[in-house]
């Protein structure tokens, strides 16, 4: 069980435009899903915590207008990074915490490459 | 000082060895604590939870000292599948539970 899927699982894009990516949690309801980024060698940064329909919650340094939150679901959260810049390649991660727990499950990530 | 602290490793053991791995913590409200495993280029997966009086997994033991914030687990009889990175994880109860990773530390298991 406890299963979160993340599309794409790998995307290349030019400097300026947006990129969306979308968490699911496939066999639960999440309340509360979470985006991480991690740079090679680095360990994970929570960038922000996305709960399902309010605003999203961003760590301090986090542009919430780079980096667009939308958790339209008990189900999924998309995470659009807009205008991206070769900085912004990374891998990006996002979980999934079950409601009543401190367990969060991770999708398998996307990595993102901007040229 | 980083709110989640672990030696980078690498460690290198053969196949068979014992290893323990040390994680401190700086927020002393800091209310679960995880093992977690990352593979390269991989997302992380859950280990086990450590819970005060220590629990156990198979080879995996793992111990928690509030007193002197300090988290530790031992892996016996090392896999070469054991090679991976480990990642001490400590969760904050209040708001959405936000989880605060170490760095990880690097183990290569040899034959």
């Known amino acids: 069980g406890a299963v979160v899927s993340q599309h794409p699982s790998r995307v290349i894009c030019k400097s300026g435009t947006s990129v969306k990516i979308e968490c699911r949690s496939l066999?639960?309801?999440?309340?509360?899903m979470f985006w991480y980024r991690q740079f090679p060698k680095k360990s994970l940064m929570l960038m922000a915590t996305s709960n399902e329909g309010s605003k999203a919650t961003y760590e301090q340094g986090v542009e919430k207008d780079k980096f667009l939150i939308n958790h339209a679901s008990l189900t999924l959260s998309t995470l659009t990074v807009t205008s991206a810049h070769p900085e912004d390649s990374s891998f990006y991660i996002c979980?999934?915490?079950?409601?009543?727990?401190?367990?969060?499950?991770f999708g398998p990530g996307t990595r993102l490459t901007v040229l | 000082r980083k709110e989640v602290e672990q030696d980078p490793g690498p460690f290198n053991v053969p196949e068979g060895a014992t290893v323990a791995f040390n994680c401190t913590y700086s927020n002393s409200a800091s209310q679960s604590f995880f093992w977690y495993r990352q593979d390269c280029r991989k997302e992380p997966k859950l280990l086990m939870s450590v819970y005060s009086s220590g629990n156990e997994d198979g080879r995996f033991t793992a111990q928690l000292n509030r007193a002197s914030q300090y988290i530790s687990l031992l892996i016996r009889d090392s896999k070469l599948s054991d090679s991976a990175t480990y990642l001490c994880v400590v969760s904050f109860s209040g708001g959405y539970n936000k989880l605060i990773f170490g760095a990880g530390t690097r183990l290569a298991v040899h034959p």
């Open positions: 066999d639960f309801q999440a309340t509360t």
């Open positions: 979980s999934a915490r079950v409601s009543g727990t401190d367990t969060q499950y």
